[in-house]
């Protein structure tokens, strides 16, 4: 192989190995929001929490609340979501990747205020907060009047 081979070749590698280091950066995203910034839009309220997982990961745990549309599903049952336009949406997935994907379809939709969970459920949790499991029993709230 001759030097101006060489370079070309070599200026090819660079050029493929930096546009793969930049793919995920120009993929669509839509906004995101940390388990912070998503527990104070639940706080607000007119929130509506959209857990784009398969039910049996859901069945695991999930954000109280929340309504599970599995990602596969969304475009037939999107209709299910057109009382809450008007409200945030709040995507959450395993680790952000398929909320990314749901996010960008609402808003094709025409979903105005829809964000994904940066890091998913998994991001929950290491933020500390608590997940609600279909079927068990929220905490009853005791209210100890003084004597």
């Not at 549309?69 to 709040?90: D, F, N, Q, V, Y």
């Amino acid at each position: 192989m001759n030097f101006s081979n060489l370079t070309i070749f070599l200026a090819g590698v660079v050029a493929l190995s930096g546009g793969a280091l930049l793919w995920p950066a120009l993929q669509p995203r839509g906004k995101r929001a940390s388990a912070l910034q998503a527990t104070q839009l639940i706080n607000k309220g007119k929130t509506l929490i959209l857990d784009v997982r398969e039910p049996a990961e859901f069945e695991k745990g999930h954000l109280r609340d929340a309504k599970n549309i599995p990602l596969a599903e969304l475009a037939k049952r999107i209709g299910e979501l057109e009382k809450s336009k008007s409200r945030t949406i709040i995507v959450v997935c395993q680790n952000g990747a398929r909320a990314d994907r749901a996010a960008v379809e609402l808003g094709k939709a025409g979903f105005a205020d829809v964000v994904s969970l940066d890091g998913g459920i998994g991001a929950w949790q290491t933020a500390g907060l608590p997940l609600a499991k279909p079927g068990a029993a929220r905490p009853a709230v005791v209210l100890s009047k003084k004597q």
